[in-house]
Nanobody
């Protein structure tokens, strides 16, 4: 059983940036793909970005590709999501998930939703 802990959320003004962290209890990230998701009130959970634990291969949902950046630190077993130029519409609970899938793609979001390990999420609120 892998445990994930997200941190870094908070209340920010429109246009601000925020970096979220996802710390994994697994012995290594190498055998996993890790994804970031968000869920706003009344809306379905949305996959944002995912990254290969062993390589630097990434995949982004097109709607966030120009503003969000996913990265990782294998030594720390942490995955990050940098949120730039935040908008009120970005207000949501942001969660990370990981599973033993070798290649980040749109399909990875579906697999993680169904079978991945999940953290508890961190709230991001964008408001003036």
């Amino acid at each position: 059983q892998v445990q994930l802990v997200e941190s870094g959320g908070g209340l920010v003004q429109p246009g601000a940036s925020l970096t979220l962290s996802c710390a994994a209890s697994s012995s290594t990230l190498d055998y996993y793909t890790i994804g970031w998701f968000r869920q706003a009130p009344g809306r379905a959970r949305e996959g944002l970005a995912c990254i290969s634990g062993k390589e630097n291969t990434t995949y982004y949902t097109p709607s966030v590709k120009d503003r969000f950046i996913i990265s990782k630190d294998n030594a720390k077993k942490e995955v990050y999501l940098q949120l730039n130029n935040l908008e009120p519409e970005d207000t949501a609970v942001y969660s990370c998930s990981m599973g033993p899938y070798p290649y980040p793609s749109a399909n990875t979001f579906i697999l993680l939703e169904k079978f991945g390990y999940w953290g508890q999420g961190t709230q991001v609120t964008v408001s003036s």
